[in-house]
């Protein structure tokens, strides 16, 4: 019985140990070819290519997927880190399905990996279809992605729906160049994000629905001692049909800042939402600092608005609140993503 003991417990090392060297997603990188007529011994599906990988996954896998609309549900497990999905183009490689009214399972894509990179994507979910205007009865959750690995990063990406679109779950999280399209808490969750240059748009559908009024984020921050949080910087947030407020608080302790952003004038005065969560007002961090536009007056905006000397407001604003260990810059590709441009 001993000796199965320390077998067993040697076995668990073991596996800690490889799960471990996962996480350093060693190079050089293998690559991997994703394209719908299967040519050159690529693969025919996202999934397929994702399914190739080892478990656990210990060497970055770059997964080049060829223009074209996939229609499939994709997902990535927790033992397949270290993958870098690179797309041609938000407008010309989209992920395309229509799960809807189950939140956890509606998702186009979905990750619970670490060391994610994804890269010129175009994620929809089509059941509120944000072509076509829909009913009212069928604003349902309909997620477009789901993500709640740590330190993933996404460029010069798209995310349509109309409710829930993003589920920024958990984890520290990096979307640089992106477009957000929806129109009930479309960016959602309890990550510590920072969203950076990227595009805001209020719609619930091509031309909006007038006089239907909705809500970008909603942060789940649950205690004080939490790290969580969204920093959007340098953004610009806009939309057409009703008019929204920038944040409804999901968790007591909900915090979202939004800094040198473009504001129009689809912000609601009031600007924020208690919403659930009446009596914790003094807990939520909700903060405006140096925007601009015609939705960044705030002399209007709800009393429980938080202010931050300087000092306090660049540790958000510095890239250092999701970056510790470096890992942004130790991912493939970094320098050059940083001129990656939303098409």
Same mark, same amino acid.
């Not at 050089?28 to 070819?33: C, E, F, L, M």
């Not at 129009?264 to 969560?277: C, F, L, Y």
């Given at each position: 019985?001993?000796h199965?003991?320390?077998v067993?417990?040697l076995?668990? =090392?073991?596996?800690?140990?490889i799960?471990s060297?996962?996480l350093?997603?060693?190079?050089?990188p293998k690559?991997?070819?994703?394209?719908? /007529?299967?040519?050159g011994?690529?693969?025919?599906?996202?999934?397929s290519?994702?399914n190739?990988?080892?478990k656990?996954?210990?060497?970055w896998? #770059?997964i080049r997927?060829?223009?074209?609309i996939?229609?499939?549900?994709?997902?990535?497990?927790?033992?397949?880190?270290?993958?870098?999905?690179?797309?041609?183009g938000?407008?010309?490689?989209?992920m395309?399905?229509s799960? #809807?009214?189950i939140m956890?399972?509606?998702f186009t894509f979905?990750?619970?990996a670490?060391d994610l990179?994804?890269?010129?994507i175009?994620?929809?979910?089509?059941y509120?279809d944000?072509y076509?205007?829909?009913p009212l009865g069928?604003i349902?959750?309909a997620?477009a992605?789901k993500?709640e690995?740590?330190r993933?990063?996404?460029y010069?990406?798209?995310f349509k729906s109309?409710?829930?679109?993003?589920?920024?779950r958990?984890g520290?999280?990096?979307?640089?160049?992106?477009?957000?399209?929806?129109g009930?808490?479309f960016?959602f969750?309890?990550g510590?994000?920072?969203?950076e240059?990227?595009?805001?748009?209020?719609?619930?559908?091509?031309?909006?629905?007038?006089?239907?009024d909705?809500t970008i984020?909603?942060?789940k921050?649950?205690?004080a001692?939490s790290?969580t949080g969204?920093?959007?910087?340098?953004?610009?947030?806009?939309?057409i049909?009703?008019?929204v407020?920038?944040?409804?608080?999901?968790?007591p302790?909900s915090?979202?800042?939004?800094?040198?952003? %473009?504001l129009?004038?689809v912000i609601?005065?009031e600007?924020?939402s208690?919403?659930?969560?009446?009596?914790h007002e003094?807990?939520?961090?909700?903060v405006e600092?140096?925007n601009s536009g015609?939705g960044?007056?705030?002399s209007k905006r709800? /009393?429980?608005?938080k202010k931050?000397d300087p000092k306090? =407001?660049?540790?958000?604003?510095?890239?250092?609140y999701i970056? %510790?260990g470096?890992w942004i810059? %130790?991912?493939p590709?970094?320098?050059s993503f =940083?001129?990656?441009?939303?098409?």
């Amino acid at each position: 019985m001993q000796h199965s003991h320390i077998v067993s417990v040697l076995s668990f =090392l073991f596996v800690i140990l490889i799960v471990s060297d996962a996480l350093d997603c060693s190079n050089p990188p293998k690559v991997i070819y994703v394209n719908p /007529s299967g040519n050159g011994g690529s693969f025919k599906t996202i999934q397929s290519a994702i399914n190739s990988l080892p478990k656990p996954n210990t060497q970055w896998a #770059h997964i080049r997927i060829a223009a074209g609309i996939y229609r499939e549900v994709v997902f990535i497990t927790r033992n397949r880190p270290c993958i870098f999905l690179e797309g041609a183009g938000s407008s010309s490689t989209i992920m395309q399905a229509s799960g #809807h009214g189950i939140m956890a399972t509606s998702f186009t894509f979905g990750s619970i990996a670490d060391d994610l990179i994804v890269k010129g994507i175009g994620f929809e979910n089509m059941y509120s279809d944000p072509y076509n205007v829909e009913p009212l009865g069928r604003i349902t959750p309909a997620l477009a992605v789901k993500i709640e690995g740590d330190r993933n990063a996404f460029y010069g990406c798209s995310f349509k729906s109309v409710q829930d679109t993003l589920w920024d779950r958990q984890g520290r999280h990096y979307f640089r160049n992106c477009y957000f399209q929806g129109g009930v808490d479309f960016i959602f969750g309890d990550g510590q994000s920072i969203y950076e240059r990227s595009v805001m748009n209020f719609t619930m559908g091509p031309n909006g629905i007038k006089g239907m009024d909705g809500t970008i984020t909603a942060q789940k921050r649950e205690s004080a001692n939490s790290t969580t949080g969204y920093v959007i910087k340098n953004c610009h947030i806009t939309g057409i049909g009703g008019r929204v407020i920038i944040g409804r608080a999901y968790g007591p302790y909900s915090r979202v800042i939004v800094a040198n952003s %473009k504001l129009d004038d689809v912000i609601r005065p009031e600007g924020w939402s208690i919403w659930n969560q009446a009596g914790h007002e003094a807990d939520i961090t909700y903060v405006e600092a140096g925007n601009s536009g015609r939705g960044a007056d705030t002399s209007k905006r709800v /009393s429980w608005m938080k202010k931050m000397d300087p000092k306090q =407001l660049n540790t958000f604003l510095s890239l250092s609140y999701i970056n %510790k260990g470096g890992w942004i810059e %130790k991912q493939p590709g970094f320098q050059s993503f =940083l001129s990656s441009n939303i098409n």
